[in-house]
């Protein structure tokens, strides 16, 4: 029986991976050893519930007010003993977190092998998104098996002179997760407060748009809801300290935004899948809401996942107030806009990944 490690550290990881480590469960030929690195702990803790995934170790690293190099460090120290005692064939991790490069880094050094899930994606600028674009990268060019997305995340491994006998199109496992968390009946005080309104849904997070640019994107979704009679914005805070801070200066005091704090995976995919349109610097949500009809715009200049903008489910509206709240006001009130990014034709997978990646790994490992 062949032994596969799963390590992941954070929420979004957390969404895509379980259904990975529920497929591999199923498999009696594999033994699946999880191991959770807690960079985020409450909002980590909630997706493991939701998915009952029982992790067999939890390094238990995050610390108040944490950095980069509070996490590199930490994760390094930890995961080495894991390593070492459970030996796996191979090691599994996702996407480009500091658990994910810190993790490859550490198996590369005990010369165990790496399979990086959601591989490939690219924007070519170490410092958008920051330090997302490097660890995707760094992961990379350790990984033996890369498990990519797309084929547009396969032809940028390609050219990177990636062997292509290891790069497998597997379609995005959050899809796989969403086949499982969205159901019709869903009942929650959100979806009674917004009641017939337009309902937005807000993400915002990302280390790069700290300061001004987030100062500017909210000063924009404060003016679109006051402005617009028939909608209301629902914005789940992020625990970083310095986001909630922001947000309690520019959104607070406003009986149509509603500032709540982080939602588990199965209010906010289900929230999500009853709003109207999504607002967000995020990157997961750029797959899982076209998946469900939901436009997206991307305050952001740069996207990992141009394959959304290509197919005309996201757009990238930077961070300028008058851009956003020009975009956000087009797709409010011209329907014509709305349906065809509603429309779109969702280029990330038919919810099967998981099951591709276990079967990739039966023609590889297995007995």
């Known amino acids: 029986m062949k032994k596969i490690l799963v390590v992941f550290g954070t929420r979004p990881e957390a969404i895509k991976m379980c259904p990975v480590v529920q497929a591999l469960q199923a498999e009696k030929r594999f033994k699946t050893c999880v191991c959770v690195t807690g960079q985020h702990r ?30 590199t460090t930490s994760i390094l120290d930890s995961i080495r003993s894991v390593l070492v005692k459970e030996k796996p064939e191979i090691c599994l991790v996702h996407g480009d977190t500091s658990t994910t ?25 170490l410092k958008s998104p920051f330090p997302e674009e490097f660890n995707r990268q760094g992961t990379g060019i350790i990984a033996d098996f890369h498990f990519a997305p797309t ?13 292509p006998s290891k790069i497998f199109v597997t379609g995005n496992t959050v899809i796989d997760a ?9 009942q929650h005080p959100i979806i009674d407060w917004a009641g017939n309104s337009k309902l937005l849904l807000i993400t915002a997070h990302r280390r790069e748009n700290l300061g001004a640019p987030m100062r500017s994107m909210f ?88 394959e959304g903008v290509e197919a005309g489910t996201l757009k990238l509206v930077g961070t300028n107030e008058d851009v956003i709240y020009k975009e956000t006001n087009l797709l409010l009130n011209d329907e014509v806009a709305y349906q065809k990014m ?6 990330y997978g038919d919810g ?12 590889f490992f297995g007995d």
């Open 342 to 347: 509603a429309r779109a034709e969702n280029p």
């Open 219 to 306: 000063r924009a979704i404060r003016r679109i809801v006051e402005e617009n009679p028939d909608v209301r914005a629902v914005y789940p805070i992020h625990l970083n300290p310095i986001v909630r801070k922001t947000a309690e200066e520019y959104l607070s005091g406003c009986d149509k935004i509603k500032l709540i704090e982080p939602l588990g995976v199965l209010d906010f995919h289900n929230i999500m899948n009853r709003s109207y349109l999504i607002i967000t610097d995020s990157g997961g949500i750029q797959e899982e809401a076209p998946s469900l009809g939901k436009p997206v715009l991307v305050m952001r200049d740069t996207t990992e996942r141009p």
């Open 42 to 71: 409450e909002m980590l803790a909630q997706v493991l519930e939701a998915f009952s995934v029982i992790p067999d170790y939890d390094l238990e690293i995050m610390k108040e007010s944490q950095n980069l190099f509070d996490i």
């Open 101 to 125: 490069f810190v993790t490859a880094l550490s198996c590369f050094y005990l010369g165990i092998p790496v399979g990086h899930v959601e591989a490939g994606l690219r924007t070519y600028n």
């Open 178 to 186: 969403l086949k499982t968390t969205v159901y019709d009946n869903f």
């Open 352 to 363: 099967k990944a998981s099951n591709r990646i276990v079967s990739i790994l039966l023609d």
């Open 151 to 163: 084929n547009k995340a396969r032809e940028n491994l390609i050219l990177e002179n990636k062997d």
